[in-house]
């Protein structure tokens, strides 16, 4: 059974994917933000991997920010424990920012 996920990214991936939202249907197998991020690097190439991932490793970038339905998940936090994805479910992708 597939799981049907909307993705939403913010601006800094639309180097990668051109649309600021997206439908994805991920095998049941897949459905955790983790599967979810592997299968946008691999429709997207090696600009969306170099996004969402630590340079040759499979460890999210510490300053990924992923909100899932309400609930938001570093990257830090999900390089230690799966998310599970449900059939329906908001992914939105965002950076951290910082300033002065």
Known sequence: MNLKIDVELS???????PLPQLSLELKE???TVQGLLLRLSEEYGETMRNLLFEKGK???IPGLMVMVNDQTHTGVALNQRDVALMEG????????VSGG
């Open 11 to 17: 601006s800094v991936f639309h180097t990668a994917c």
């Open 58 to 60: 499979e460890s999210v």
């Open 89 to 96: 479910y908001k992914v939105s992708l965002l950076y951290f």
């Open 29 to 31: 197998e897949e459905g």
